[in-house]
Structure formats: C-alpha cells, structure tokens
C-alpha cells in the first residue's frame, strides 16, 4: 500500500535575534534564571514579518529543494495559532503569493500540536488517491501575542516557521499515530493592550498566560503515555527510534518525558536553546535541523511529539 514520504523540508526564523540577557534590560530576570529553568537562550523575533511571510519563505525553500512547480502542489495546509487575519486563512495567502492555483489551502489550529495534526491530515489527503502532493508549513509570530512585561512568559516564546512537501511512497511511512484532545485550557489568553517593543505598531491584542505547573504535569505524563502507545501499536522498542523530535517547550518538560519512560535523553532532538517556543513551528524547525546535519537517513525510524494548549497532544511514528 501506498504511503508517505517527506520529499523537502525547510526552515526560516527572523534575522533579529534576541538573548536573555537583552530580555534582562526590561523585565527582571537573567540569563542564569531562563537557562536553568527552560534551556532557552535567545529566540529569534519578528520585527514586521507576519505569519504569512514567515511561510513564503519557508514554501520558497519547499518548491527549489523539490524541485516541483507550485502548480503541481493539490493541498497546502498552514498550522498556526497566529494567523495575519481572522480570514483569509494564511494558507490562502501563501497559496496566492506562490501562484499554487491548483491547491486546496486552509490552516488547522492545534497550538502546539499543530504540526502533528498537520502532518496526520496531510497523510489522510495523501491516502485518498486524490492528491499528490502537499505542502505543510508550521509558522508563528508568537512575539505578537506575548505580554513582554510579564517575565514568566516573554522569556518563553520565539518567531519562525517550518514545513515539508509529503508525497506517496512505496517504502516507509506512518507505522502509527496518536492524537489526543482534551478541553481544558492551562495556556489561555487575556485580554489587554500589549506593547511589542520589536514592532512599530502596538495595539489592544490578547496575549498568552501560562500555568506552567500544570502544563508540566500534562506535558510529562501525557506524551509519555503517548510515546508508549505508538510504540506499543507497532511492537517496537523505544531503541529502534533513531529520533524523537519532541515540540521545544522547555527543556525540562522533556528531560521530564525522557526520564518517564526511562530513555537517553540523546535520542530527543533538543534545539529549544537557539529557538525558544515556536509553538506549531517548532517539529519542522527541528527536523529540518536535524536532516541537514546528516543525522538521519532513509530507513530511520522517528517519532514527532506534539503538545500544546486546547489541550492537545499525539504522536507519529514513521520511517524515513
């Protein structure tokens, strides 16, 4: 039967980049505190590209590795949780902006699972026969919805994008997939006018408040489970993963779901000290990194681990 293959994959991240120790100048934190707490370093910020540029460059990237035209691309979907406008979607406007006249477009919001519903949709699309290829693009311009005067929550979350073309293969694929919802809402957003110290305009917006307790607790135990049950599913050992590519929520989250399941924290992919939380973005960034580096290879076995606000979370596991 039929499945999918990852035919390109690419990443883009706003050129401005901005350390702890530059966050440190305006809220009171430092660079030792955000590092022991969360891995993270520096995150790269927006200063005017919206949600929609940030996937442009990303599809650029997409259709000169493939080498595909964009009218050959049947379905584009975007995953976001910060859309340029309530509608059009920013499938919509990537679709236009590339030309892709032939592409169904629309964007799916999971939080930070949404690269993972993304991909097991794309898969659904691909499986139907009726389309050929997909392009998928995670992206976020989260420093718009961030209260850069709450220092629990500003030093958290970074800009960037990243996405695939999927086709079908012969070889390999989705060996298994588990996605979960559950409605309740531990990161919520409030309402108050927010001043973006990156950006010209600022405006009344909603931004993100995060329980980070609770978001800890569901993240350790509920992924660990989640890895269990896809490896359970296809009867292999967690050894037989070459990679999990777990979302870069925080450092410790993930020692935390490394330790639960009593792995190496080697076999996590972990690039959250450069990045930050990119949210839906933060899976392809990472697998984009971790192929160019040459560190997997066709045949190799690996797992996307996503979790996020809604709450959402699942996993693939695929071969290469």
Not at 193 to 215: A, L, Q, T
Request: glycine letters at 8%.
């Amino acid at each position: 039967m039929k499945d999918v293959k990852i035919l390109a994959h690419a990443h883009y991240v706003p050129p401005r980049v901005v350390t702890n120790d530059e966050i440190s100048t305006w809220v009171d934190t430092t660079d030792e505190w955000i590092m022991k707490r969360t891995g993270i370093g520096s995150r790269h910020i927006s200063e005017g590209e919206n949600t929609s540029d940030l996937c442009i460059h990303v599809a650029h990237k997409l259709l000169a590795q493939s080498k595909i035209s964009p009218r050959d691309i049947d379905l584009l979907l975007v995953t976001t949780v910060t859309p340029d406008y309530l509608s059009p979607s920013v499938a919509c406007i990537v679709q236009g902006a590339l030309g892709a006249e032939n592409a169904l477009a629309f964007d799916i919001n999971a939080a930070c699972t949404g690269f993972v519903y993304g991909f097991s949709a794309a898969h659904k699309y691909l499986l139907s026969g009726q389309y050929r290829n997909v392009m998928l693009i995670g992206a976020e311009v989260l420093s718009k919805y961030v209260d850069w005067t709450d220092r629990n929550t500003c030093v958290l979350f970074g800009d960037g994008a990243g996405g695939m073309i999927l086709s079908t293969s012969n070889n390999g694929g989705v060996y298994a997939e588990k996605l979960h919802t559950r409605g309740a809402m531990p990161i919520t957003v409030s309402h108050q006018r927010v001043v973006n110290p990156f950006c010209e305009e600022s405006r009344e917006m909603d931004f993100m408040k995060v329980d980070g307790r609770e978001v800890f607790d569901f993240a350790v135990k509920r992924v660990s489970e989640n890895i269990d049950e896809v490896l359970t599913a296809t009867g292999l050992a967690i050894e037989e993963i070459k990679y999990i590519i777990p979302h870069q929520a925080n450092w410790r989250i993930i020692e935390g779901i490394a330790k639960k399941l009593r792995a190496d924290i080697s076999k996590f992919y972990i690039n959250i000290e450069k990045f930050g939380n990119t949210s839906s973005a933060s899976i392809p960034i990472a697998f984009d990194e971790i192929m160019t580096k040459g560190l997997l290879k066709s045949g190799d076995k690996v797992i996307f681990a996503g979790f996020g606000g809604g709450l959402t979370w699942g996993c693939i596991l695929l071969e290469l």
